[in-house]
Antibody, heavy 120, light 111 residues
Framework: EVQLVESGGGLVQRGGSLRLSCAASGFNFNAYAMHWVRQAPGKGLEYVSAISRNGDSTYYGNSMKGRFTISRDNSKNTLYLQMDTLRVEDMAMYYC?????????????WGQGTLVTVSS | QSALTQPPSASGSPGQSVTISCTGT?????????VSWYQQYSGKAPKLMIYDVSKRPSGVPDRFSGSKSGNTASLTVSGLQAEDEADYYCSSFAGYNSLVVFGGGTKLTVL
């Protein structure tokens, strides 16, 4: 059974940092590109970042560039998101999602999310 | 403001059909056959319902269908059931600069 379990969320002050993790199981992790998607309270989904199967290529949403860093450790089946210089508007539920065929065309599995709260 | 435009709400009675639109541009919806739709219940993670415009993952009822014309994609739910009441989001590949864009979501109410 495919499972994605996020962790690392919590309360942080504006300007602070947080590192999210997503532990994957039930599939060959290094065969899939992975993404982070977020959802602010009461709002819609927003693409955050993506990373290729081997980690060589990374992509970011416009408001995350220069502040967020996506990475992965295929030996640990884990995806990461380092978030620096956090803003109040970064407050959201952060989901990791599997990119089914590496073309960023759709996500076939999602984690349950980890909540990031940014205080001003 | 979301990159893709969806109506904020839609509704229908049990047994009826409802269609939710998702309008983008030639740089996303119109440029690629990579539109997907997700269902999300309150407090839950999104679930894939349609991918590649009109394909259904296994386990998704055939009451759900997708289509696209020009820069607008559509999700149709036929034979509405109470359990279909949820938020629905469209998404599209948008090239390697933007990568992925989402719609603002549509709250589907079964009357």
């Amino acid at each position: 059974e495919v499972q994605l379990v996020e962790s690392g969320g919590g309360l942080v002050q504006r300007g602070g940092s947080l590192r999210l993790s997503c532990a994957a199981s039930g599939f060959n992790f290094n065969a899939y590109a992975m993404h982070w998607v977020r959802q602010a309270p009461g709002k819609g989904l927003e693409y955050v970042s993506a990373i290729s199967r081997n980690g060589d290529s990374t992509y970011y949403g416009n408001s995350m560039k220069g502040r967020f860093t996506i990475s992965r450790d295929n030996s640990k089946n884990t995806l990461y998101l380092q978030m620096d210089t956090l803003r109040v508007e970064d407050m959201a539920m952060y989901y990791c999602a599997r990119d089914q065929d590496g073309s960023a065309s759709y996500y076939d599995y999602w984690g349950q999310g980890t909540l990031v709260t940014v205080s001003s | 403001q979301s990159a893709l435009t969806q109506p904020p709400s839609a509704s229908g009675s049990p047994g009826q059909s409802v269609t939710i639109s998702c309008t983008g541009t030639s740089s996303d919806v119109g440029g690629y056959n990579y539109v997907s739709w997700y269902q999300q219940y309150s407090g839950k993670a999104p679930k894939l319902m349609i991918y590649d415009v009109s394909k259904r993952p296994s386990g998704v009822p055939d009451r759900f269908s997708g289509s696209k014309s020009g820069n607008t994609a559509s999700l149709t739910v036929s034979g509405l059931q109470a359990e279909d009441e949820a938020d629905y989001y469209c998404s599209s590949f948008a090239g390697y600069n933007s990568l992925v864009v989402f719609g603002g979501g549509t709250k589907l109410t079964v009357l």
